[in-house]
């Protein structure tokens, strides 16, 4: 067995069976070794950014790492932003890059670059696998490091003469970390101060929002009579009928500052204290408010669900206590097609178990709202701000969960990142419907361009902020990329077409043609 | 004026008057300074490694810096890979990442990363601007360090407070670096070398493979019976009807080998000696023949053309001495469509003075050869493996040189990673033709995978090897980027279309429809 083979088996037998690649020579006896090791599902991507998103959603919806699989340090650069969005995410990700054989190193070839320098920024544990003997083993320490609590990106630096030599043996599974217990002086504060009088929120984020957990932070909320709000980007919120409704904080400094205003407490449950997404001019960067004290009843390292059940009895709620979201939907949209239009469209006819991949951006933003009483839903955000995500995201969760539709709201601007999810899509025929909010600007950036103070733009500024000359065609895009595609210019048509997508298993694209909203 | 200002003013007195981008909110002062700046140009690239590769195309032609602006992290790993290209050739490229405000840093906002890191992948020099008095020397000091001689990546990082605080003026341009002097005795011992008996070979690469420097090259090569080869990767090699003819170095380690076998001296001319671009079991790594000595006549910190001037003198060689290209072109081709018929194509109607960016790995094998009697144009390759690199350096080539035609050859899996630039072609009404070579495989993975040893491949490995399932569609693609597409399944076809496409000016895509070579 050659250290490809006791690699590939060992993180299957460690729970990995999915490995998004994107591989090179270097690679190529990982490659044959997906003949020997049939369990381990390999899953091409025509670029990286595609492979390291497909893994974060994979493992946002799974609850446990996929591998990706790189060539050399391009690849790892092209795979970086995605990876990035993990990182912020507390995404497993078991990233194996593949090198030079350890001999070949030394002649500075042309692909030889400093992956360990590249990994380092989405990675703090990063080994190399120095021999035969040790792959095995490294593979079963970055599952277990990778998988947490806390997860995150674990990079394993695979040269090619450790994949292919013989004498490899597979590793036993290597246990995660157990999660920090939970802190009943902390808990037993907390509640004290939950049940005073003083302005006070609990600010859920990471695990704490999944169903269950949000349950109880309801019911401590109600409670107690303190606020509920979620990050702004969570990674994965589950939501809609039957579900715990949470205000997440607002993108936009200006509106985060007054859902957070007054308060005097704020208890963090797997989340971190609100910070400005950018800094401005003469703007505060950090949003806790003067005089407001911050408290961490969990932390990414810790047990979220457990630490807010604990909470809930320390203060007594009762079981039933929690706010519970009738269902509800908008009407179907008429007329001219908006992104509002879009948003109501999606929210009237969501189908129930759905997974929202959300990088609507502008477009997207009233998503959210009409989507609030569709039935039982979860939805993923853009956790780290490197766009490009959404797309590849919607890959991944639909290889973890094959049963379920997934509806990506994608912009213009940021599909183009990635827009080779497609042909992912249309390979794996991945149960996925985008729907392409096209609007032809980066819209977000001109109104950054006027928040930042960088006066109104002059034509030259506002040229680098448009996408028209030529405005794309994603429909032609999408359709050379092997994946179905319709055009809606009416919300009729979007109607339709958005019925039809929903009906039809396998994937398609809806570009729906909008005015900015800025 | 605001540092963005100060910044941009500098680049422009230095002599770098365009920048490739992808801007997002940390550089909204830099784009609004463009205004202010007006020589400046800003060119829009809809993915980062179209822009960083477009600053490789343009330095390569324009022999001078462009440069780039990318936000943050993740936007810097989403350039890496074609900054890794040109650092590998030696271009120079002024790489501006945009960063958050200084003491938004502390935040760690979802944004946030350790961009340093990432930047020591590709460059040598990184300074972050550390305020708004600094940034306009720390912008001439990049020129100069870019500029070379060695040409390099410089690396500036720019806080966004830099950006837009005011008080800033702009520097004056700093000198670069003169090159090393030629060095009278090497050039003397290596001509005695020369003028001996034992079998030697010229090795040129860089800025060697220009047209005069070959000129000089050759006269040594015929005055002393020595052998002219050149790397298997140029930047830029200047070539066809009345230029030098040179044979490169092959890619294949098993023909490198009998290029360089029993050579006894090996002269490098701002080149590398020559390994094996990957390593595979049980071959050597190192191409140089046991015995052989190697000697340096200039590095990339000199002046190569200087120093086979030099060389030709010592040497004695007629000044007409030097062996040159007859114009011949090979007749057009018919019947069905292959990858020898396109490069025969090409070879029959290449203009003069066109620019070919040579992408097309497997299918253009044949380009070289059939091109090799074309008249005069420049040849650019990929110089450090990372594919995606054809399309953007077309980009720069056509930014550079808008009065002459830039052809790419471009192969289908390496059209993927950075198909975005069809778009910029479009924006720019660049004249550019692609020329896509579509066999629906990873064509050089196939055979790498019998290369490296790793058996014949069961089915799962040739499954991540083949672009079928679905086939592309590269004319809907470029169709949906704005570019007007055709598609050749003839030899016939092909012809007319390419007539017609080095005809029109502005861009175009042509799908070859062909056999894998493989």
Known sequence: MNGAQALIRTLVDSGVDVCFMNPGTSEMHFVAALDDVR???????????????????????????????????PGLGNGLANLHNARK?????????????????????????????????????????ASVEEVAADAADAVAVASGPPAQIATLILPADVSWTEGATPASPVAPAEPTPVDADAVAAIAAVLQGDEPAALFVGGRACRADALVDASRVANATGTKLLAETFPA?????????????????????????????????????????????PGKASDLVPEGCTVHVLADASGDPAAALAALADAVGAPADGATIQA????????????????????GALLPEGAIVSDEGNTSGLFAAGHTAGAPAH???????????????????????????????????????????????????????VTILFN????????????????????????????LTRPTMDFVSIAQGCGVPATRATTAEEFVEQLRSALATPGPSVIEAIVPSII
């Open 39 to 73: 369990e381990m599902r390999g899953v091409l991507a025509l670029f990286e950014g595609v492979a390291t998103g497909a893994a974060d959603g994979y493992a946002r919806m799974a609850d446990k790492p996929a591998a990706v699989l790189l060539h050399l340090g």
């Open 378 to 432: 979860d939805w993923m955000t853009l956790t780290g701000g490197a766009i490009g995500q959404g797309l590849p995201a919607a890959v991944g969760a639909a290889v973890a969960c094959p049963d379920r539709k997934v509806v990506v709201l994608e912009s213009d601007g940021s599909a183009m990142y990635t827009v080779q999810s497609w042909w992912t899509m249309a390979r794996e025929q991945l149960d996925v």
């Open 236 to 280: 994965r919120i589950e939501r809609g009928a039957g579900r715990v409704p949470v205000e997440r904080l607002a993108y936009l400094a200006e509106f985060a500052a007054m859902q957070l205003d007054g308060l005097r407490h704020l208890v963090l449950v797997d989340s971190k204290a609100p910070v400005s997404f950018f800094a401005y």
């Open 439 to 466: 609007n032809a600007s980066y819209a977000v950036l001109n109104m950054e361009l006027n928040r930042v103070g960088a006066t109104e733009g002059g034509p030259k500024a506002k040229e680098m902020l448009d």
């Open 327 to 346: 269902e509800a939907r908008p009407e179907l949209p008429t007329g001219p097609l908006t992104a509002d239009g879009v948003c109501q469209a999606l």
């Open 89 to 129: 995410g507390h995404t497993p990700v078991v990233n194996i890059v593949g090198d030079h054989a350890t001999y070949h190193k030394q002649y500075d070839a042309q692909l030889e670059s400093d992956i360990e320098t590249v990994a380092a920024n989405v990675s703090t544990w990063i080994r190399t696998s």
